[in-house]
């Protein structure tokens, strides 16, 4: 009569694993603040279309193919993505892992031996059998590391997407970088040529006792000043072209950029959205998320060490003195086995278990909160910034316009003799600060539009798979 009650019990057992009993919380998403629209967006002109940013990748919002194709290669070659997306494959392995700890065991084993005793002969046996093993999800606590295992596979594949646009949004800063410099190199060029003109015309001056030594002295200053600038600007290119090389995963000696000193400057219009929006969209949030999702299936792991361990064991097999032996039914015998395991007495570390893992919820919650509250400001910001760099830009190009008639006039008034050498020395150097602060903001206001999309998630949503 055992046998029947056994197998009842067993089957009870297999009807509430099935039921699913889950001694974890159920999870909800942490509460964040949720403003109705950016601060910073008064007075935004609205991008149209306003899906732009999801239509396909965002660096050709800037229409630059030498972007485009460099871009490209960030997906391939970039070691921080491969070593990315290793980590998702390794965590996508753990919850196949997880899984696999639903369902039963099997394992098959065949031995054979010979033994026996010095003048009585050997006697030889095989033996073959089938065995398996189950533990039942009684409590929930295997479906809890399979959650657990799958938010962190969702994480993961957030922190993919993060490490991707983070090494794109580098390579396209580091590319503006790269053409503002070749047009500061060109402007400085121009300007050399000029104070080598200027220089020429002080030295004939000088020569005929116009002048005095001082003046040629101060041209000679001034040029000397500019080649060195121009020196300065090589080198903050090479750096960054070295950069560029190995965000390609390539060594910056199998990597050259050609100058472009004509440089066409297009900052795109960036779709903006709403606040709420942002949550689905940045990738750093996800990974956030999800993180909260897998510390609450662990508080389901460790809560279900309260309830017994129960397993279930089975087996078959046969053992014969020849292998013919092995696949006779007379020889075959079975075995069906019930366990369970309770921990009596633990001092409590059950419970400090549990109070860890509550404890780890909150604070991956208040990691979650965090991070949307940074992203709402990191938006901000660059919306801030957006705004006023397009204002600088219009103001500087006053400025260098202003500056450059300044300095046409100041040299005639000293080839007419009205004014000192040092009044050129001033209007040469405010209309070259002048032409190069206007060179800057223009690549201020490209960098920023990168920050802005990489601040709005760069097109990635929820749900995204590598």
């Given at each position: 009569m055992r046998q029947p009650k056994l197998l009842r019990l067993s089957l009870l057992m297999l009807a509430a694993s099935l039921a699913g009993c889950s001694v974890g919380p159920a999870y909800q998403v942490p509460s964040t603040p949720a403003p109705a629209a950016f601060k910073e967006l008064a007075g935004w002109v609205p991008a149209a279309p306003a899906d732009t940013l999801e239509r396909g990748p965002w660096w050709q919002l800037f229409d630059d193919p030498i972007l485009n194709e460099l871009a490209a290669g960030i997906e391939v070659s970039n070691q921080n993505v491969a070593a990315a997306v290793a980590n998702y494959a390794q965590a996508r392995a753990l919850v196949a892992q997880q899984r696999a700890a639903l369902f039963p065991s099997l394992n098959l084993q065949l031995s054979g031996d010979r033994s026996g005793v010095r003048g009585q002969g050997a006697d030889t046996g095989y033996r073959l059998n089938l065995g398996g093993s189950w533990e039942p999800d009684v409590w929930g606590r295997l479906r809890a590391g399979v959650t657990g295992a799958e938010a962190s596979a969702a994480a993961t594949a957030a922190d993919l997407a993060g490490a991707r646009l983070s090494a794109q949004g580098e390579l396209a800063a580091n590319y503006f970088a790269v053409r503002q410099l070749d047009a500061t190199r060109a402007l400085l060029a121009d300007t050399v040529a000029g104070y080598e003109r200027v220089l020429q015309i002080t030295r004939n001056r000088f020569n005929v006792g116009i002048v005095a030594r001082t003046d040629v002295l101060q041209a000679e200053t001034q040029l000397a000043s500019a080649r060195s600038d121009e020196l300065s600007v090589v080198r903050q290119r090479a750096q960054a072209e070295h950069a560029i090389a190995i965000l390609l995963g390539r060594a910056p000696a199998e990597f050259t950029l050609a100058p472009l000193p004509e440089w066409r400057v297009k900052v795109p219009e960036v779709p903006v959205g709403v606040p709420s929006t942002l949550l689905q969209r940045r990738p750093d949030i996800a990974a956030a998320e999800r993180d909260v999702a897998a510390a609450n299936a662990d508080i389901g792991i460790a809560r279900a060490a309260y309830f017994p361990n129960i397993g279930l064991s089975a087996s078959g097999g046969t053992v014969g003195s020849r292998v013919g032996d092995l696949f006779s039914a007379s020889s075959a015998a079975w075995s069906f086995g019930l366990s369970a395991a309770q921990t009596i007495f633990n001092a409590g570390a059950t419970r400090a278990s549990v109070a860890g893992a509550e404890a780890r919820q909150q604070a991956a919650a208040a990691r979650y909160r965090q991070t949307v509250l940074t992203a709402f400001a990191d938006v901000e910001d660059q919306l801030t910034a957006t705004r006023v760099l397009a204002q600088q830009q219009d103001l500087r190009r006053q400025a260098a316009e202003a500056a450059n008639?300044?300095?046409?006039?100041?040299?005639?008034?000293?080839?007419?003799?009205?004014?000192?050498?040092?009044?050129?020395?001033?209007?040469?150097?405010?209309?070259?600060?002048?032409?190069?602060?206007?060179?800057?903001?223009?690549?201020?206001?490209?960098?920023?539009?990168?920050?802005?999309?990489q601040a709005l998630g760069g097109g990635w949503q929820v749900g995204d798979q590598p």
């Open positions: 008639l300044v300095e046409q006039q100041i040299l005639n008034q000293y080839k007419a003799g009205q004014v000192s050498y040092t009044e050129v020395v001033q209007a040469q150097v405010t209309a070259l600060n002048a032409r190069r602060s206007l060179l800057q903001v223009q690549a201020d206001r490209q960098t920023v539009a990168v920050s802005l999309i």
